[in-house]
């Protein structure tokens, strides 16, 4: 079992960049992958990035790529994702994920977080 928890969101302009932190409870986050996943308004939820246990892998979904960066800090059970050049299109409530059932960027994961709502005005 693993319970996750986001924080960092919130409402920026066109342009402006934000950071999200997913606080992992329990002993085993390093032996899990983490992801990032989003769901805009009327849109199904979709997926952002993902990381591998150690940070040394990483992927991104085709609309973030090189605006967004995953990365963990083991020591500190948490998780981030750097927003940079954000666009009214990023408006979305963002999830935090762990252990994918499948591949790393499926849909389909088995510990969720409740979400941080991140808002992009132009």
């Known amino acids: 079992q693993v319970q996750l928890v986001e924080s960092g969101g919130g409402s920026v302009q066109a342009g402006g960049s934000l950071r999200l932190s997913c606080a992992a409870s329990?002993?085993?986050?390093?032996?899990?992958?983490m992801g990032w996943f989003r769901q805009g308004p009327g849109k199904d939820r979709e997926f952002v990035a993902s990381?591998?246990?150690?940070?040394?892998?990483?992927y991104y979904a085709d609309s973030v790529k090189g605006r967004f960066t995953i990365s963990r800090d083991n020591s500190k059970n948490t998780l981030y994702l750097q927003m940079n050049r954000l666009k009214p299109e990023d408006t979305a409530v963002y999830y935090c994920?762990?252990?994918?059932?499948?591949?790393?960027?499926?849909?389909?994961?088995?510990?969720w977080g409740r979400g941080t709502q991140v808002t992009v005005s132009s």
């Open positions: 994920a762990a252990d994918p059932q499948r591949a790393m960027t499926a849909n389909d994961w088995a510990y």
């Open positions: 329990g002993r085993t986050f390093s032996d899990r992958n």
């Open positions: 990381i591998n246990r150690s940070g040394t892998s990483t």
